[in-house]
């Protein structure tokens, strides 16, 4: 350990922290299939004081600090890539204030979102963002990567929801920004700024959000298609009709043929939607359903398979949660994209990354939350004998989704796994400007490090 590192343990010993070698393996390691970075040392504070006390010292002793929370992130966000101090976030997990009749909560960062979805849907309110990974991510990651799921295309993303922020800064700064109220537009926003910053501009250690009544009514539907195209052309037909589902989940025939042995998928089925629908009653939902699928079936749908209870809902989307660990089984690495396109352009998408499949002879799966256009495109690959073919792929998927006018990630961020696309996105002078407000808040670069620009 380096004088500076052995500084910091010895200013850290108050506080619960670990060198163990396989907590270090596992803190240093994402969803992101991005490899290992281990970190020297993992802190978990337990306060909004803790957390200043590690930030100030590691800028002291100048040692890279990384905040790390669920590490359940995709583009390797939360990976300490030169090493230093990892943060854990997981133990301030407490509900500070829940106000029903305000409809706000305010949590700490480490709260699981499937526990805060159990906590407001028991009093009959609703925190709309949900990724697939509500299990195991927290609010603290859904902050720093302004995390969708498939509820973003009728209720919108983290951003949305976040009203206020207790942020500690690089510098070691406790700000309180946002407000507590629905409205308000007093300075600017650094709500806005915060959300969404990847982890790389402090730390959120209270997040307050706004919340919305429960939908009364739900209903969720598979429809199956014989092919992708249909299945992409009827998203936009739905939405072009004057439809607002609250999702519009796409799969297509690879991740259908992933997941083909634990869910039954009717004959013929080359691509499917789930189609999920709420408001004020059962009625209302269920015309909306119905007209859903008078749209779908001119555009190919085979049939529309309503789930008839809570059990066949939830088993619907523990189908579509399966997809992403599924393919692991058809190919054993795999890159997990979530490019944007515009939703008139999703069909176009789908088609020329298959067509880039097909041409580097490399299985490109692509499914997720069409309705917005955002699209989990995955490059299925046996091995590292296939990485520079895999890399060819990747490249070429950027560029047509910005060439179709779209943004080379919607959900997961740039963190290290795009950082080399950034600029076919950002002109040079809105790179700049974004490492000019890097620099602003971490002058020494010392915060979450190596994160979102590429070298220079
Ligand atoms: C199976 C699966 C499905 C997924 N589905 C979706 C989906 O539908 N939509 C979606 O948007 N994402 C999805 N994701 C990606 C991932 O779950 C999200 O990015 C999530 O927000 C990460 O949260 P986390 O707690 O795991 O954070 P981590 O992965 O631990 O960290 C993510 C980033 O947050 C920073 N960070 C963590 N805590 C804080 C804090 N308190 N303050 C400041 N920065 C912090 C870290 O430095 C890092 O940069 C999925 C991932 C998996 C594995």
């Known amino acids: 350990m380096s004088p500076a590192l052995e500084a910091v343990k010895a200013a850290l010993t108050l506080f619960e922290f670990t060198v163990d070698d396989a907590a270090r393996a596992t803190y ?189 009514a739900v209903m969720t539907a598979l429809l199956p298609f014989a092919s992708v195209t249909d299945a992409a052309a009827a998203v936009s037909q739905v939405l072009l009709e004057g439809l607002l589902p609250r999702c519009l989940e796409l799969l297509d025939d690879v991740a259908i043929a992933a997941i083909a042995d634990r869910f039954p998928f009717p004959a013929g089925c080359g691509a499917c939607i789930i189609a999920e629908v709420d408001g004020g009653s059962t009625e ?44 692991r089984a058809v190919k054993k690495f795999k890159f997990s994209e979530d490019i944007v396109v515009p939703r008139s352009r999703v069909p176009e998408a789908i088609a020329r990354f298959k067509q880039v499949g097909r041409e580097l002879d490399l299985t490109v799966a692509t499914y997720g939350h069409a309705g917005d256009g955002n699209l989990h495109t995955n490059v299925l690959y046996a091995g590292p004998h296939e990485r520079p073919r895999v890399d060819q792929a990747l490249a070429r998927i950027m560029e047509i989704t910005v060439e179709l006018g779209g943004t080379i990630t919607g959900e997961h961020g740039v963190g290290i796994a795009k950082k080399r696309f950034l600029s076919l996105e950002l002109s040079p002078a809105v790179m700049n400007c974004q490492r000019n407000l890097k620099v602003f808040f971490d002058p020494q670069v010392l915060f979450n490090p190596g994160k979102i620009f590429p070298e220079r």
Not at 108 to 135: C, H, I, M, R, W
Not at 142 to 157: D, F, H, I, S, T
Not at 165 to 171: S, Y
Request: contains cysteine; charged residues 20%.
């Open 28 to 216: 240093g390691h994402d969803e992101s299939d991005m490899g290992d970075f281990l970190p020297d040392l993992i802190v978990f504070p337990r306060d909004t004081a803790q957390v200043k006390a590690v930030i100030d010292v590691c800028r002291q002793q100048g040692v890279p600090l990384t905040p790390v929370a669920g590490r359940s992130g995709k583009s390797g966000g939360s990976l300490p890539v030169q090493g230093g101090v990892s943060m854990s976030l997981e133990r301030l997990n407490r509900v500070l204030a829940f106000n029903p009749a305000d409809l706000t909560i305010t949590v700490e960062p480490g709260v699981l979102l499937k526990d805060l979805q159990a906590t407001v849907e028991a009093k009959g309110l609703f925190y709309p963002p949900d990724p697939n990974s509500a299990e195991w991510c927290t609010l603290g990651g859904n902050v720093a990567e302004n995390a969708g799921g498939p509820r973003a295309l009728k209720y919108g993303v983290t951003r949305d929801y976040v009203l206020g922020l207790e942020w500690v800064t690089p510098a070691g700064e406790v700000l309180k920004v946002g407000k507590q109220t629905m409205k308000g537009v007093a300075g600017y926003d650094l709500v806005g700024l915060f959300v969404g910053s990847e982890g790389t501009l402090g730390v959120a250690t209270a997040i307050t959000l706004k919340l919305l009544p429960l939908p009364r």
């Open 284 to 327: 209302g939902v269920f015309a909306e359903l119905t007209r859903l699928s008078e749209v779908a079936s001119r555009c190919g749908a085979l049939d529309t398979l309503l789930a008839q209870d809570r059990d066949q809902r939830e088993k619907l989307w523990a189908a579509r949660r399966l997809v992403s660990p599924s393919l």
